[in-house]
């Protein structure tokens, strides 16, 4: 049920603290995922959140949960829109640029680690990781750390509590639609 993923994979988005997370959804149908995310969409559009698919394989797919006004919001720093260049984005219009994500997710021969804008990492970090293959970093939470060591874990610390009050909240019949947050 790609509610309970949501809650999962995505609390700290639906809370507020996060512009997105993205997790790998298994499903029966092509039908059934669509539908799926369609209902995900219009439970949750009022909160400023969109649930869209950037890549299918067999009978898995990648799911992207984000806040749309966080993203854009990353999309005005210079140092974010010169780095995407880099990549081949066109900071322009939000369905550009997410157009070029799927691009590249979906085409490309090694993962697009620019994603790591996409789901609100520092920059510094996401650079680091790159320049650095992944290697030699300072630690290693929802991501791998190269800046500021204490504020991530802080930050992972936040992200795991939040989860793990949305999972309780969800199995004890609090809906999805009523654990978002509405920020626009």
């Given at each position: 049920m790609?509610?309970?993923?949501?809650?999962?994979?995505c609390s700290?988005?639906l809370?507020?603290l996060?512009?997105?997370?993205?997790?790998?959804y298994?499903?029966?149908?092509?039908?059934e995922?669509?539908?799926?995310?369609?209902n995900?969409?219009?439970?949750?559009?009022?909160?400023?959140?969109?649930?869209?698919?950037?890549?299918?394989n067999?009978n898995?797919a990648?799911?992207?949960?984000?806040?749309?006004?966080r993203?854009?919001?990353?999309?005005?720093?210079?140092h974010?829109?010169k780095?995407?260049?880099?990549y081949?984005?066109?900071?322009?219009?939000?369905?550009?640029?997410?157009?070029?994500?799927?691009?590249?997710i979906t085409?490309?021969f090694?993962?697009?680690?620019?994603?790591?804008?996409?789901?609100?990492?520092p920059?510094?970090?996401?650079?680091?990781?790159?320049?650095?293959?992944?290697?030699?970093?300072?630690?290693?939470g929802?991501?791998?750390?190269?800046c500021?060591?204490c504020?991530?874990?802080?930050?992972?610390?936040?992200?795991?509590?939040?989860?793990?009050?949305?999972?309780?909240?969800?199995?004890?019949?609090?809906?999805?639609q009523k654990?978002?947050?509405?920020?626009?």
């Amino acid at each position: 049920m790609l509610e309970k993923c949501l809650i999962r994979f995505c609390s700290p988005t639906l809370a507020g603290l996060k512009t997105a997370n993205m997790f790998t959804y298994e499903f029966e149908s092509d039908v059934e995922l669509l539908d799926e995310v369609k209902n995900c969409n219009l439970e949750l559009k009022n909160k400023g959140i969109t649930v869209s698919v950037m890549k299918r394989n067999g009978n898995r797919a990648l799911i992207y949960v984000y806040r749309k006004a966080r993203l854009l919001k990353t999309f005005m720093d210079i140092h974010v829109v010169k780095f995407l260049e880099r990549y081949g984005y066109t900071v322009n219009k939000l369905e550009n640029v997410l157009a070029r994500l799927k691009h590249r997710i979906t085409d490309s021969f090694e993962f697009p680690h620019e994603i790591g804008v996409f789901l609100g990492y520092p920059l510094g970090d996401v650079i680091g990781f790159i320049e650095n293959s992944g290697r030699n970093c300072k630690c290693c939470g929802c991501w791998k750390v190269y800046c500021d060591e204490c504020q991530a874990r802080k930050t992972f610390a936040q992200y795991k509590k939040c989860t793990n009050v949305y999972m309780n909240l969800y199995t004890n019949g609090t809906p999805v639609q009523k654990l978002a947050v509405n920020i626009m």
